[in-house]
Every structure is written in C-alpha cells, then in structure tokens.
C-alpha cells in the first residue's frame, strides 16, 4: 500500500522546513541528493558528509531514552511497538475509526484485528 502517510498541521510543517532549511549550512551537506531520502541524518563532524540515520541507529536513540525514563531493566522498545500501541489505543478508544486508522498506516482494516 505504500508508505505511511504522516500529517502535519501547519506549526510543524513551518518548524520541519526550517529544520531542513538548517542543513543548508552545513558545507557537507547535499540538500537535493539527501532530501530524497531522509531528513534525518547523523552527523559525526563537519568535515564527514552527514549520514541517513539508519532505522537501527533510530531504535538505539529510541531504547536509550527508553532506558533513562525506565530504567536499565525496562523491556526494549522499537518504532514498531510504538506505532502498534498507537493503533491498538486509537481503535479502541473509537472503534468506529477502524477503517480511517486503517488508511492512514497503508493497510487493509484487518490487518490490525490479528
């Protein structure tokens, strides 16, 4: 179905692009090459081209925090877990949103009932 669709109200939008805008100052960085990608990258200097941050470098920075919150001893978390906790929440919260919730992730309604 695709990639997830992530909406933006017009706060972050305007926050977004200027975040992106920030990396047209960085003398590595190549705006029309790296924006096709990603607009998040890693950087290890200013000399060393930044890089697409990889989703393993994601869920790293993720369990990181993760550990700090919770603790040494808190189960792992990922992307994955986050969006399904979301997903699972929304749906019951408002069942009727099934389909709409649906959409918005890129699969079919039942795919979330397993």
């Given at each position: 179905?695709?990639?997830a669709q992530i909406p933006f109200d017009r706060p972050l939008w305007s926050i977004t692009q200027?975040?992106?805008?920030l990396f047209e100052t960085v003398p590595s960085y190549r705006l029309t090459n790296m924006r096709r990608v990603s607009i998040f990258l890693s950087f290890s200097s200013l000399e060393v081209p930044p890089l697409v941050l990889s989703t393993s470098r994601i869920s790293k920075?993720?369990?990181s925090i993760w550990k700090k919150v919770f603790g040494q001893k808190a189960t792992s978390i990922s992307a994955?877990?986050?969006?399904?906790s979301v997903v699972t929440h929304?749906?019951?919260?408002?069942?009727?949103?099934?389909?709409?919730?649906?959409?918005h992730m890129c699969h079919a309604p039942g795919t979330a009932d397993l």
């Open positions: 179905m695709g990639p200027a975040y992106v805008r920075g993720l369990n994955t877990l986050i969006r399904k929304v749906r019951h919260a408002e069942p009727r949103a099934r389909d709409a919730m649906a959409t």
